[in-house]
T-cell receptor, first 112, second 115 residues
Framework: SQQGEEDPQALSIQEGENATMNCSYK?????LQWYRQNSGRGLVHLIL?????REKHSGRLRVTLDTSKKSSSLLITASRAADTASYFC????????????FGSGTKLNVKP | AAGVIQSPRHLIKEKRETATLKCYPI?????VYWYQQGPGQDPQFLIS???????DKGSIPDRFSAQQFSDYHSELNMSSLELGDSALYFC??????????????FGSGTQLSVL
């Protein structure tokens, strides 16, 4: 990966359960973003957290950021089968607003 | 709402041929990014443009070139294609305001297969 690693690489849960994905990155950042990708499709922006924020919520999504550990987590609560997709974190470069790096992604499978 | 448009959706080429991928950003977005995603891989940053000038370069091979035109659309030109170039190529655009809240909006991608 150009920037960081995500774990787990794959996650399989039952509908209604919570899913937690983690992301680590390497450089200093302005923000960290999470994207979702359905198989073979484009990435869709989910949520953005700034480097000076520690936690952010959006609907069933909760993101945390620990800049001291250079890590973030995405929690999807009350998962649905439609949440089945790959999830990527992306970071910018603190010194360059026009460069975004993606982590290696977590493939989430939510079983109905 | 208008999204990022990429063409073609699928492209099949032979080794050593050339390919041109096109990207039309969201209206009023002046920043375009190109990413390459191999099967099961994360998107790899290739190159970006801001206001028709190259703003940053990632892992783009020398055989590839790109540019952004006066209407802000961008083209990725790929020459001497190799089997390893087979991948999904994404274009993304942003408003280019920079700073803390820059988000990328992705097209559906061009699936390039090199035979």
């Amino acid at each position: 990966s150009q920037q960081g690693e995500e774990d787990p690489q794959a996650l399989s849960i039952q509908e209604g359960e919570n899913a937690t994905m983690n992301c680590s990155y390497k450089t200093s950042i302005n923000n960290l973003q999470w994207y979702r990708q359905n198989s073979g499709r484009g990435l869709v922006h989910l949520i953005l957290i700034r480097s000076n924020e520690r936690e952010k919520h959006s609907g069933r999504l909760r993101v945390t950021l620990d800049t001291s550990k250079k890590s973030s987590s995405l929690l999807i609560t009350a998962s649905r089968a439609a949440d089945t997709a790959s999830y990527f974190c992306a970071t910018d470069d603190e010194n360059n607003f026009n460069k975004f790096y993606f982590g290696s992604g977590t493939k989430l499978n939510v079983k109905p | 709402a208008a999204g990022v448009i990429q063409s073609p959706r699928h492209l099949i080429k032979e080794k050593r041929e050339t390919a041109t991928l096109k990207c039309y950003p969201i209206p009023r977005h002046d920043t375009v990014y190109w990413y390459q995603q191999g099967p099961g891989q994360d998107p790899q940053f290739l190159i970006s443009f801001y206001e028709k000038m190259q703003s940053d370069k990632g892992s783009i091979p020398d055989r590839f070139s790109a540019q952004q035109f006066s209407d802000y659309h961008s083209e990725l030109n790929m020459s001497s294609l190799e089997l390893g170039d087979s991948a999904l190529y994404f274009c993304a655009s942003s408003s280019g305001q920079g700073g803390f809240d820059e988000k990328l909006f992705f097209g559906s991608g061009t699936q390039l297969s090199v035979l």
